[in-house]
């Protein structure tokens, strides 16, 4: 089949399985609700096979509640300009001045000097330093940075071609799987935390604290780094392969930029006390109700339009630059995950999927973790993380009320298990891909490095369950 006729093959499958599940889901709930169904399947078999851009599909809740009236146009309409949309748009306010002044770049540098020739050294330090940044930044953002990064590198110790060179593969992985990690470490490690912390404070009636959401993850993000990274040690770091004049090419590479500039360190210090405002929320809640961090990361974000580079005299960031490296494309997908939530509860899918797998004699404890882990990590596989938490976060949330459960452990259990795709080269994991890890590499690599994840998520999940009160609770 020729790769034109597999594109419409795909395409023509969308309506389909729309089709199909209407005709499964209508006897198992309302129709509204079977319809939402019906545009669940159809935007996970698109994003899965992409005959179409991810943020095209993103879009398609509009475009099918436009003709079918499946639910309130207003109310779906609003996932795409909610609080949340503001977060991770303040978020790259913030961020894109780094990459124009190589704020990012020079902080990168710094943690990778570090690194010596060993592959169990590069292996760590690498891992250590996406993870790290991921935290911070949206993951895709990270990708996309350490990548070139790490392609340079590998030119200086000398291999000409990185998709035939063995030693590509380590560095690679632990650039996408280090980004995917550290993802979940607070609320603006990614588009997919802002999805779930949406859908907890709708549950909860009250906005998630960041430092409520650290605390929570901090315990997952360590014990699975550390598993991720002890696996990927043995793995690739056995046979004593070197990589010499790394080390150097950091500090050489870092000479190169200078002197840190004032553009660098006032972007750097507006970053560090937007998160800091953020993270200390409970003890201002009161006095500033509504500067959610959402608000917090858009108003440090403009301030950037205000200030003047001491080089060009001229604002350090102009709408030109912030229109240009927005990434309007996450920020749509990302929305058109919410959106899809949104379907599904106001349709009474959502309620009715809980109910199906109670009647499924799912009703608690590690059965519901391992059913929930594996539905995430699955979702996250073939689509991405933002659409996984679009869809699992209100279907645990559904299934909880269904059972007068609390939702809270569960949801956190899930949000551990939808982190970090490994396998499939989609998503953020499409971009080391591009800069020389084949794709089949990922695949044969990634498959044990999913079960971990998967048995890290459970086992986590299932001890802070039982063995950790505040686990199961947040702050109003």
Known sequence: MSKSSKRWLEL???PVLYVVGILIFKNLMPIKAAMAMGTLLWLVFWWATAPVGLTVTALLPVALNAIFGITDMPGLIANYSSGNIILVFGTCLLTIPWSQNGLDKRVALN???????SMKSQVIVWMFACTLFSTLMPNVAICALFCPIAAAMLHAAGIEDLRESP??????????????????????????NVVATGALAQYLGHEVFFIDWVLHLLPYLVITFIVVTALMVFMFARKGERLEGTKEYFSEALKELGPMSFEEKFSGI???VAVLVAFFRPLYQKALPTFEPAYVFSTFGLVSFFVNSTRTHEPI???????QNMLWGMILLFAGGIAMGYMLNSTGAGAAIGALLTNAKITGGLPALIAFAIMATLLSELTNSTASAAIMVPIVIAWAQSLNMN??????????AYEEEIILPVSIRSINVGYGLKPEKQMLYGIPFYFARVICAVVIGYVCLNFWPYFATLRG
């Not at 960031?317 to 229109?323: I, Y």
């Not at 939702?407 to 551990?416: D, E």
């Open 407 to 416: 939702a809270i452990p569960y949801v956190f259990t899930t949000i551990m």
């Open 111 to 117: 943690v990778l000097k570090i690194v010596g020739p």
């Open 167 to 192: 030693l590509t593969v380590p560095i690679l992985c632990a650039v996408g799987w280090g980004a995917g990690l550290g993802g979940v470490g607070t609320p603006i490690g990614g588009a997919m």
């Open 12 to 14: 023509a499958m969308g």
């Open 317 to 323: 960031m102009t709408w030109e630059n912030a229109s």
């Open 270 to 272: 507006l970053f560090v």
